[in-house]
């Protein structure tokens, strides 16, 4: 079945390290995104990408790094100049960025930095 | 400045009531779009329906549709006939300029729906 797969599903860090979050996707999408949710928030926008080896800031990209090396794949990095972050990570993706095209989304990776 | 606003923070709904959850926006471009996604405890997002700003029929999907107040500049989802497995949160999201190469979705706060047998 096509879909975005995230792994791990749950991830505890120590302070102070870096730490990946997997995103897979076998849908034939171009344009990729992470997001971060926080409890009893929105979505925020942290990385997105329209095609393979090119990737655009969100609104929070800061202490976070991205890269698109193939189609299917778009890892994102927390590290540690990421302040806060525990937080719940969305992985999406679209057959276009523009115009009436919905996001897929993945399941999620809750992170937290014990 | 929040361009999406999700007044409601929660509520309770009796199963096969009618619930309409509010959205209003902000944007002074005249193209763009309007999505609503449904977010279970299991925390994937699952898209429900769109409403583009020139479309001239409220969208509906289901037991999904779509109370589009252009000139209010809102986007009320209206569930019918709600069921046990409609708890969850909800949320609104804009595209602005649909037609640019770039148009990023703006996601509120969500209204969290509990239904009640």
């Known amino acids: 079945d096509g879909g975005i797969t995230q792994s791990p599903k749950y991830l505890f860090r120590k302070e102070g390290q870096n730490v990946t979050l997997s995103c897979e996707q076998n849908?034939?999408?171009?344009?990729m995104y992470w997001y971060r949710q926080d409890p009893g928030q929105g979505l925020r926008l942290i990385y997105y990408?329209?095609?393979?080896?090119?990737?655009q800031k969100g609104d929070i990209a800061e202490g976070y790094s991205v890269s698109r090396e193939k189609k299917e794949s778009f890892p994102l990095t927390v590290t540690s100049a990421q302040k806060n972050p525990t937080a719940f990570y969305l992985c999406?993706?679209?057959?276009?960025?523009?115009?009436?095209?919905?996001?897929?989304f993945g399941p999620g990776t809750r992170l937290t930095v014990l | 400045a929040q361009k999406i606003t999700q007044t409601q923070p929660g509520m309770f709904v009796q199963e096969k009531e009618a619930v309409t959850l509010d959205c209003t926006y902000d944007?002074?471009?005249?193209?763009?779009?309007l999505f609503w996604y449904k977010q279970p405890s299991s925390g994937e997002m699952i898209f429900l329906i769109y409403?583009?700003?020139?479309?001239?029929q409220n969208a509906t999907e289901g037991r999904y549709s779509l109370n589009f107040q252009k000139a209010r500049k809102s986007a009320n989802l209206v569930i019918s006939a709600s069921q046990l497995g409609d708890s969850a949160m909800y949320f609104c999201?804009?595209?602005?300029?649909?037609?640019?190469?770039?148009?990023?979705?703006?996601f509120g706060a969500g209204t969290q729906v509990v239904v009640t047998p």
């Open positions: 999406a993706s679209s057959i276009a960025p523009q115009g009436k095209n919905e996001q897929f």
């Open positions: 990408s329209q095609i393979v080896n090119d990737f």
């Open positions: 944007t002074s471009d005249p193209s763009y779009g």
């Open positions: 999201a804009m595209r602005e300029s649909l037609t640019d190469s770039w148009g990023k979705l703006q």
């Open positions: 409403q583009g700003s020139y479309d001239q």
């Open positions: 849908l034939n999408h171009d344009a």
